[in-house]
Antibody
């Protein structure tokens, strides 16, 4: 059974940093793109970043470029999101998801981890 | 303001057929496949439809999608109370080099 489980969320002050982790099981992690998607309270889904299998390609939404870094460790079947210079507008539930083979679909999602940026 | 445009709400009675539209542009829907997600409030999103009307295992064939030019639609036939949820469309955008989502449509089963 495919499972992705996020961790690392919490309360952080504006300007602070946080590192999210996503542990994956049930599939060959090293064979798939992975992604982070976030959802602000009461709002819709927003794609944050993608990373390919061998870390040679990464894509980010404009609003996090230069502040967030997506990475992965295939030996540990884990995905990460390093978030620096956090702003109030980064407050959201952050979801990790596996990217399917066709058409950039996100076929398995974690339960999400809440990041709150507030003083 | 989302790149893909969806109506904020839709509704129907049990057994009815409802459609949810998703409007984009030539750089996203016009040149890439559309995916649809269902999210019951308080839970994680779930992939509903992907890559030209494909359904993951377990998704009933009451759900289908279509695309024409820069617009797509999700159709739900034989509406059931358990279909009450938020629905999102998404697609890769060649200009933005990223995935874009619609703002979501809240479906109410009356």
């Amino acid at each position: 059974e495919v499972q992705v489980v996020e961790s690392g969320g919490g309360l952080v002050q504006p300007g602070g940093s946080l590192r999210l982790s996503c542990a994956s099981t049930g599939f060959t992690f090293s064979s798939y793109w992975m992604t982070w998607v976030r959802q602000a309270p009461g709002k819709g889904l927003e794609w944050v970043a993608n990373i390919n299998q061998d870390v040679s390609a990464k894509y980010y939404v404009d609003s996090v470029k230069g502040r967030f870094t997506i990475s992965r460790d295939n030996a540990k079947n884990s995905l990460y999101l390093q978030m620096n210079s956090l702003r109030a507008e980064d407050t959201a539930v952050y979801y990790c998801a596996k990217v399917g083979y066709f058409g950039w679909n996100f076929d398995y999602w974690g339960q999400g981890t809440l990041v709150t940026v507030s003083s | 303001q989302s790149v893909l445009t969806q109506p904020p709400s839709a509704s129907g009675t049990p057994g009815q057929r409802v459609t949810i539209s998703c409007s984009g542009s030539s750089s996203n829907i016009g040149s890439n496949t559309v995916n649809w997600y269902q999210q019951v409030p308080g839970t994680a999103p779930k992939l509903l439809i992907y890559y030209n009307n494909q359904r993951p295992s377990g998704v009933p064939d009451r759900f289908s999608d279509s695309k024409s030019g820069t617009s797509a639609s999700l159709a739900i036939s034989g509406l059931q109370s358990e279909d009450e949820a938020d629905y999102y469309c998404a697609a890769w955008d060649d200009s933005l080099n990223g995935v874009v989502f619609g703002g979501g449509t809240k479906l109410t089963v009356l």
